[in-house]
T-cell receptor, first 114, second 113 residues
Framework: AQSVTQLDSQVPVFEEAPVELRCNYS??????LFWYVQYPNQGLQLLLK??????LVKGINGFEAEFNKSQTSFHLRKPSVHISDTAEYFC????????????FGTGTRLQVFP | SQTIHQWPATLVQPVGSPLSLECTVE??????LYWYRQAAGRGLQLLFY??????ISSEVPQNLSASRPQDRQFILSSKKLLLSDSGFYLC????????????FGQGTRLTVV
């Protein structure tokens, strides 16, 4: 079975600073990887996804993530954050043998301060 | 275009009362459907998923059940709510197979008192 670990429950950062949100996964087979964002009291919205090909994936709102197979990681980065990036971020994995479901990590709360 | 509707947005129910949350999807056929619960400090937990009418997979033993009476309708139920059932419930759909991006509803905030 797959599992997803988000090492940081909260990440505080000042506006215009860079940020990295960490995600590690565990799976015995190849996977698809996703990052979702959740604004307060709303559903989740897809930021970006890795299915195959280039390991550097660019998403919406200036975010990008890099798939590292040897380290089983899929860290999310943004070179300069805005106040509006304050939200909860979830990493998720889908098993290529069983693409019927997504398994999510516990989330990272990104708090951007002025 | 596809849309997902989830209701109600908020719900306050007494302990021991029944529960029914409904989710419907428009603009697609034979979607995979999911119920997630988000409890404070516990992230997003998959409760149930369904790949077709009448096909329900339960991920976590609990006080809840799910049903899929129609292709694009997914219902989360309980006969008797517990305090621990409080949380934020999210319905989602995906195309399945190679298209596993999930699309989420706006969620239901359930408070059991």
């Amino acid at each position: 079975a797959q599992s997803v670990t988000q090492l940081d429950s909260q990440v505080p950062v000042f506006e215009e600073a860079p940020v990295e949100l960490r995600c590690n996964y565990s799976s015995s087979v190849s996977v698809y990887l996703f990052w979702y964002v959740q604004y307060p009291n709303q559903g989740l919205q897809l930021l970006l996804k890795y299915l195959s090909g280039s390991t550097l994936v660019k998403g919406i709102n200036g975010f990008e993530a890099e798939f590292n197979k040897s380290q089983t990681s899929f860290h999310l980065r943004k070179p300069s954050v805005h106040i509006s990036d304050t939200a909860e971020y979830f990493c998720a994995v889908s098993d290529l043998r069983n693409t019927d479901k997504l398994i999510f990590g516990t989330g990272t709360r990104l708090q951007v301060f002025p | 275009s596809q849309t997902i509707h989830q209701w109600p947005a908020t719900l306050v129910q007494p302990v021991g009362s029944p529960l029914s949350l409904e989710c419907t999807v428009e603009g697609t056929s034979n979607p995979n459907l999911y119920w997630y619960r988000q409890a404070a400090g516990r992230g997003l937990q998959l409760l149930f998923y369904s790949v077709g009418i009448g096909q329900i997979s339960s991920e976590v033993p609990q006080n809840l059940s799910a049903s899929r009476p129609q292709d694009r309708q997914f219902i989360l139920s309980s006969k008797k709510l517990l305090l621990s059932d409080s949380g934020f419930y999210l319905c989602a759909w995906s195309g399945g197979a190679m298209n596993t991006e999930a699309f989420f509803g706006q969620g239901t905030r359930l408070t059991v008192v």
